[in-house]
Every structure is written in structure tokens, then in C-alpha cells.
């Protein structure tokens, strides 16, 4: 039986995506994303390394929801003190901080270890069509 061989992490040629959330479904952007993040679409994809590539997403603000998620899914936060329970509907929440619903999805989906913070920094979101990547030549990456 023959072993695949361990990569090293500067081994594997890292490269950049772009993905425009306009008119996509956030649960399947999120896992669409979440997937590169880990880098499960490398034949190289090793759990415990973070061997994916970086993505960058805009028109973040323009992402769509399906049925009553706008007014019934609520992201809560908590300071750690009394009584200091944030409750924030995923209306307001696309008004004020649409890059946050987008990181807050693809975060619920990948690892829940050390690595999980490494791999968001590889997330980059954006609210409108401009970025400050064009020098890493991101890769147009269509998500239906």
C-alpha cells in the first residue's frame, strides 16, 4: 500500500480568489468558502494544516436570505458582564455590518480548534465592489 507523502505548508502554492456575493444564498456562500479556507479542494488537504488559499468576497451587503431568516435569526454577543446580552436581528445587522454576517457563517463552519483563527485571517470581506487585492491577482471564483 502506498502512503501519500506529508506537505509542508510552504510546499503548497497558496493563491488568491474573488467571489461576488450579489444575489447569493449566504449559507451556500459560507460553505462554498469555508471549503477553500481548509483547503479541501487541494488533492494536498491535510486536517491539521492550514493548507488553504485566501478569499476574498465583495458586495457583501448585497447577499440574500431565504425564507423569514431576515426577521427571526438573531446573533447574540455578550461583554461577560450581568445582564449585558446583545441581541442583533440579521435585518440590522445586514444595514450595519454586512462583512460580519458573511465571517460570522463561514466561521460556524470550519474547524472548531486552533486552526480556525488562522483561517479566518485568509477571509477577506468587503461591503461593495472594491478591493485593495488587485496586486495578489485574485482568481474570478463563480459560486451558484
Known amino acids: 500500500m502506498k502512503m501519500t507523502r506529508p506537505y509542508k505548508p ?4 497558496v493563491k488568491w480568489y474573488l467571489v461576488d456575493a450579489e444575489g447569493k444564498t449566504l449559507g451556500r456562500l459560507a460553505s462554498e468558502i469555508a471549503k477553500i479556507l481548509m483547503g479541501k479542494h487541494k488533492p494536498q488537504y491535510s486536517p491539521n494544516m492550514v493548507l488553504g488559499d485566501f ?5 457583501a451587503d448585497k447577499i440574500k436570505v431565504t425564507g ?6 438573531i446573533y447574540y454577543r455578550h461583554s461577560g458582564y450581568l445582564g449585558n446580552l446583545k441581541a442583533i436581528p440579521l435585518k440590522l445587522m445586514l444595514e ?5 454576517v458573511i465571517q460570522l457563517a463561514v466561521r460556524g463552519m470550519l474547524p472548531k480548534n486552533k486552526l480556525r483563527k488562522r ?3 485568509r477571509l477577506k ?3 461593495g465592489p472594491e478591493h485593495p487585492h488587485q496586486a ?3 482568481i474570478k471564483l463563480e459560486i451558484k
Open 68 to 73: 423569514k431568516k431576515l426577521t427571526q435569526k
Open 136 to 138: 495578489q491577482k485574485p
Open 96 to 100: 450595519k455590518h454586512p462583512e460580519r
Open 10 to 13: 510552504e510546499e503548497v502554492e
Open 125 to 127: 470581506v468587503y461591503r
Open 55 to 59: 478569499v476574498v468576497v465583495i458586495n
Open 119 to 121: 483561517m479566518m485571517k
